[in-house]
């Protein structure tokens, strides 16, 4: 039999491993421009890592039609700026492992080069606060959320190449690669 003592000491212990291994929802809920993101893309992927570039990280899935229209656009404009300037993470939202891995290879074969990240559990989306997809974060050269976009329509992509050319400029990349419209 456990004591009063062992009792509140186990309790103690399950709240404080709670508090570490639960997603960052406060965090998350408050995500905004100008904010540094989580410093982590799943287990793997390190922010850290890519300072110094422009990080896109885009929400998506195969269901989604202005998803699918989305990443290819990404992908030019992740080829146009070359992947020394600017990163695209496109993180597969809410869809299973074999799903995922089926689109991994069809987009291989139809040479669409963007990193893709599976999100099965939805553990990634919850640290960005996602709730609707397409979800993009803009993460600029010095850490921080440069824009948020909810959503995808053809009439925005003009205003996102503004905002990549105008983050490549202020990073002193220069303007003589800028993005242009894929269309």
């Known amino acids: 039999m456990f004591t009063r ?18 997603p960052p929802a406060a965090l998350a809920a408050s995500l905004k421009v100008g904010d540094l993101p989580p410093p982590k893309l799943g287990w ?8 110094g570039k422009i990080i896109i990280i885009s929400f998506w899935a195969s269901w989604c039609p202005p998803c699918r229209k989305e990443l290819p656009i990404l992908g030019e404009i992740q080829r146009q700026a070359t992947r020394d300037k ?14 995922f891995w089926q689109i991994k290879s069809a987009f291989a074969s ?3 080069d963007l990193t893709l990240l599976s999100d099965k559990d939805g553990y990634i989306g919850r640290q960005y606060h996602v709730d609707a ?15 948020i976009h909810i959503g995808y329509g053809d009439t925005e992509l003009p205003k996102l190449v503004d ?6 400029a202020q990073s002193g990349a220069g303007p003589e690669q800028p993005a242009k419209s894929p269309h």
């Open 163 to 168: 905002e990549i050319n105008s983050l490549l």
């Open 5 to 22: 003592a062992a009792h509140l000491f186990l309790a103690g212990l399950f709240v404080f491993s709670a508090i570490l291994t639960a």
């Open 133 to 147: 997809i397409p979800h993009m974060v803009i993460i600029g050269r010095d850490g921080r959320i440069a824009a």
């Open 86 to 99: 600017l990163v695209v993470f496109a993180v597969n939202w809410r869809e299973d492992e074999e799903r």
């Open 110 to 112: 139809h040479g669409v």
């Open 44 to 51: 793997h992927v390190k922010l850290g890592d890519y300072r």
